[in-house]
């Protein structure tokens, strides 16, 4: 079976910290770009992240830029979000997608909402952030 899991996602305070992870099983990270989005209550699904097939090559929103640190660790067939200075306004159910076109389809994902390109969703984890 293909899919990925997300996990780490549960209830923190303003200025904390989590890690999420992305888990891939039935096929490799390998030769995948990882994009990370979040949706919360009432908004639609925006772009957070994206870390290429490098881990050097990595996308952010401007809104967490210098707080969210991507990485990948291939030996475990799995990607991660640090999530750093967590804002109240960061609660939402955080998703992973696999883009077989290392990050070309997070971008596009990110101007059109459904747009085809990534081939494959987590679950989602909750984040909440609230004091």
């Known amino acids: 079976q293909v899919q990925l899991v997300e996990s780490g996602g549960g209830f923190v305070q303003p200025g904390g910290s989590l890690r999420l992870s992305c888990a891939a099983s039935?096929?490799?990270?390998?030769?995948?770009?990882i994009g990370w989005f979040r949706q919360a209550p009432g908004n639609g699904r925006e772009g957070v992240s994206c870390?290429?097939?490098?881990?050097?090559?990595?996308y952010y929103a401007d809104s967490v830029k210098g707080r969210f640190t991507a990485s990948r660790d291939n030996a475990k067939n799995t990607v991660y979000l640090q999530m750093n200075s967590l804002k109240p306004e960061n609660t939402a159910i955080y998703y992973c997608?696999?883009?077989?076109?290392?990050?070309?389809?997070?971008?596009?994902?990110?101007?059109?909402?459904?747009?085809?390109?990534?081939?494959?969703w987590g679950q989602g984890t909750l984040v909440t952030v609230s004091s």
């Open positions: 997608a696999a883009d077989p076109l290392n990050c070309s389809g997070y971008l596009m994902e990110c101007e059109s909402q459904d747009s085809g390109y990534l081939e494959v």
């Open positions: 039935g096929f490799t990270l390998d030769y995948y770009a």
């Open positions: 870390i290429g097939r490098s881990d050097a090559y990595t």
